[in-house]
């Protein structure tokens, strides 16, 4: 079993960047697939992007792609969601999730693929 934390949520103005997070508990971290989703107000949970064990098997949903990137780094147990040139509709509460499955495009983008996740942040674009 693995915990995870978010960290580096916040506000900022349209076109700034932001950098989120996410460090997950136990000595096994390496072997997760790991995703980040976001969800908005009075809005269902959707797929921001993902990552495979080897950092080079990286997916993205349509409305991030070219702006987000993801990335992790299994020495210090953590993954990153390097977000550029935000929009006020990126505000949203955004989660960290982990499964122990190797995942293909498609099932990446379901929320029911993983296992565990995270308390989520806060991240608000202002226009």
């Known amino acids: 079993q693995v915990q995870l934390v978010e960290l580096g949520g916040g506000t900022v103005l349209a076109g700034e960047s932001l950098t989120l997070r996410c460090t997950g508990s136990?000595?096994?971290?390496?072997?997760?697939?790991m995703g980040w989703f976001r969800q908005a107000p009075g809005e269902e949970r959707e797929f921001v992007a993902a990552?495979?064990?080897?950092?080079?098997?990286?997916f993205y949903s349509n409305s991030v792609r070219g702006r987000f990137t993801i990335s992790r780094d299994n020495a210090v147990n953590t993954v990153y969601l390097e977000m550029n040139t935000l929009r006020p509709q990126d505000t949203a509460v955004y989660y960290c999730a982990a499964t122990t499955r190797s995942l293909i495009q498609s099932s990446s983008r379901d929320p029911g693929s993983y296992d565990f996740w995270g308390q989520g942040t806060q991240v608000a674009v202002s226009s």
């Open positions: 136990g000595r096994t971290f390496s072997t997760y697939t």
């Open positions: 990552i495979g064990r080897s950092d080079n098997n990286k």
